[in-house]
């Protein structure tokens, strides 16, 4: 099993505040991602990382922002959350092998309810 | 830009019967190709990886196909169980690590 970590694993707010959510991965990897996924929805990327200080945007517009000041932790936050922003974000780390056999290794997900 | 296809969209079978998933995707030029099994609200959990030079890989009762030409990849789960009650997601990678996922195939096996 993966060990990769998303808090909080649901979280209900109300309009206009800020809020961060967290994602650890204890296996070293250099990379890692944001999804944004809506209930029976594709994937989507919203933001990605290939290392420290690292971070670009990904297919999917997205009004959070994301650090990356270690590597083991890609928190993403949003400085005023709105009713459209509610949604299932994933959180992914993959590792430093060829391309082509690596693969994303996700965590469980962070339901976010903007009342 | 990639596009990537999943049909049917769900699926209910009865206990016992093959399973089988379709995945189209729009540009070949891939470098492989994954398929991810979606438990209701929860994580992704990696299945099969394909090399885009590869025509199948298989994992116990789960096999899974490869035409990079033609742009379709099939998922195989033989003599189906309750268990895989879930949604499946196919998944293409090309350059820069960026993965292009489909809409997903939600599969209902009834016991």
């Known amino acids: 099993e993966a060990d990769i970590y998303q808090t909080p694993r649901y979280l209900v707010i109300g309009t206009g505040k800020k809020i961060t959510l967290e994602c650890s991965q204890t296996m070293g990897h250099d990379k890692m991602y944001w999804y944004q996924q809506d209930p029976g929805m594709e994937l989507h990327l919203i933001h990605y990382?290939?290392?420290?200080?690292?971070?670009e945007k990904g297919d999917l517009s997205s009004e959070s922002t994301v650090s990356r000041i270690r590597t083991e932790h890609f928190p993403l936050t949003l400085e005023s959350a709105r009713p459209s922003h509610t949604s299932q974000y994933l959180c992914?780390?993959?590792?430093?092998?060829?391309?082509?056999?690596?693969?994303?290794?996700f965590g469980p997900g962070t339901r976010l309810l903007v009342l | 830009k990639q596009e990537v296809t999943q049909i049917p969209a769900a699926l209910s079978v009865p206990e016992g019967e093959n399973l089988v998933l379709n995945c189209s995707f729009t540009d070949s030029a891939i470098y492989n190709l994954q398929w991810f099994r979606q438990d209701p609200g929860k994580g992704l959990t990696s299945l099969l990886l394909?090399?885009?030079?590869?025509r199948e890989q298989t994992s116990g009762r789960l096999n899974a196909s490869l035409d990079k030409s033609s742009g379709r990849s099939t998922l195989y789960i033989a003599a189906s169980q309750p268990g895989d009650s879930a949604t499946y997601l196919c998944?293409?990678?090309?350059?820069?690590?960026?993965?292009?996922f489909g809409g997903g195939t939600r599969v209902l096996v009834k016991p």
């Open positions: 992914a780390s993959s590792g430093t092998g060829p391309q082509k056999w690596e693969t994303q290794y």
């Open positions: 998944a293409v990678k090309a350059a820069g690590n960026k993965l292009t």
């Open positions: 394909i090399q885009s030079s590869q």
């Open positions: 990382s290939y290392g420290v200080n690292s971070t």
